[in-house]
């Protein structure tokens, strides 16, 4: 059935959408059924069968190696969860209504969809992920009024300018800190990253 159901996708999806499908609903939705209820036969789930798949689905295991080097697992968001439940939503939507439309061939897989719109709904997701980008952002704000102050002494002194294209210097370790020969060099440009967070 979900061999039928992808082909009846495949001549209006591109190859990496048809792949991502059917690895949300062969592996993520219904091998994970057969794992952990062995013998289903239906896309009729109950209540509490639907409840732990949608749990597993949205958490990942991942072993880690400790400081000791022990190697232990550990749960985090499934990233693509969401789009995963996404698309068995599709399937089962798509599933009743071709069965409205062949009967013969969708009737019998027609079932209940268990994934209720409120269960997309993604703010949280959304949330975490502009934490996630405004900690990069707040992670790569120190060297900015560095480079600031380097281009506008770069356009200004010809010294400087003559230096870095004769004689490239390594940066420091820490991007935001001069390395010593430079900090000799130029002392105005050294005392204005002073004022940088180590």
């Known amino acids: 059935m979900l061999v039928a159901y992808l082909q009846e996708r495949q001549p209006a999806v591109d190859h990496t959408t048809l792949h991502n499908l059917a690895l949300s609903l062969g592996g993520l939705f219904w091998r994970d059924l057969e794992r952990h209820h062995p013998g289903i036969d239906s896309l009729h789930l109950q ?19 400790g400081p000791n080097g022990e190697i232990s697992e550990v749960r985090e968001p499934r990233a693509a969860g969401l789009n995963s439940m996404g698309a068995v939503r599709a399937f089962y939507l798509d599933i009743a209504q071709w ?11 027609a079932a209940p969809c268990p994934i209720r719109p409120e269960d997309l709904a993604h ?10 980008t405004d900690q990069r952002t707040r992670e790569r704000l120190p060297p900015a009024p560095v480079f600031a102050f380097a281009t506008q002494q770069l356009r200004t002194n010809p010294n400087l300018r003559g230096h870095v294209r004769d004689r490239p210097t390594r940066l420091s370790h820490q ?21 940088l967070p180590a």
């Open 175 to 195: 991007p935001h800190r001069l390395s010593p020969e430079l900090r000799r060099k130029f002392p105005t440009l050294a005392r204005h990253t002073d004022i």
């Open 47 to 65: 209540p509490a069968v639907s409840a732990g798949w949608k749990q597993r689905l949205m958490t990942k295991t991942r072993r880690v190696a």
């Open 123 to 132: 703010q949280k997701t959304l949330r975490a992920r502009k934490s996630r």
């Open 99 to 109: 069965a409205m439309e062949d009967p013969s061939r969708w009737a019998p897989w």
